[in-house]
């Protein structure tokens, strides 16, 4: 880094170590960002889930009520609604997550390769995470209000048959 000062050069050289500090330095501000706003969306879509899947359950509920009196448990009933919501939150998340594969293959980044390497190392398992936690808090309001209904309170009758 003396040779261009010693020979009149106004360019400096830095080091990778340098140019990934500036790097990051330049970003941060720009990183924080993407993070609030990944958290925003991920709790708009957290509670978007959690709303259309609790109104699905309500308008379901003489289904679920059949399936009960026909002999299946509440795990049984809980198991169809989490199951119903992770393939939601699964296919967005993969959805999502390759979106970002592409978008980090074509871009010029000069740490494009560091990127893409966290990207499959660290968000993909990450992505998985979220969407077991995110599957369990969206089940969990649905799969509560079944439970606190008897089934002939889910089907519309009363406790003996008669409406």
Not at 29 to 36: E, P, R
Not at 100 to 120: M, P
Not at 146 to 151: F, G, R, W, Y
Request: one cysteine or more.
């Amino acid at each position: 880094s003396a040779y261009p000062k010693q020979h009149g050069f106004s360019v400096d050289s830095f080091s990778l170590a340098e140019e990934y500090q500036a790097y990051c330095d330049e970003l941060e501000l720009y990183i924080q960002g993407q993070v609030f706003l990944a958290v925003f969306i991920s709790t708009m879509a957290l509670s978007s889930v959690v709303a259309i899947c609790t109104t699905n359950n309500l308008l379901k509920r003489k289904y679920y009520g059949i399936l009960i009196a026909n002999g299946f448990s509440f795990f049984d009933i809980a198991v169809i609604i989490a199951v119903e919501i992770f393939t939601v939150v699964f296919c967005s998340g993969a959805i999502s997550w390759f979106i970002k594969l592409i978008e980090l293959e074509q871009s010029s980044d000069l740490f494009r390769e560091v990127l893409l390497l966290a990207h499959i190392q660290y968000t993909l398992p990450l992505c998985g995470v979220l969407t077991v936690i995110l599957t369990g808090i969206a089940s969990l309001i649905p799969t509560m209000n079944i439970l606190k209904l008897q089934p002939y309170e889910q089907i519309g009758g009363d406790a003996n048959g008669i409406d």
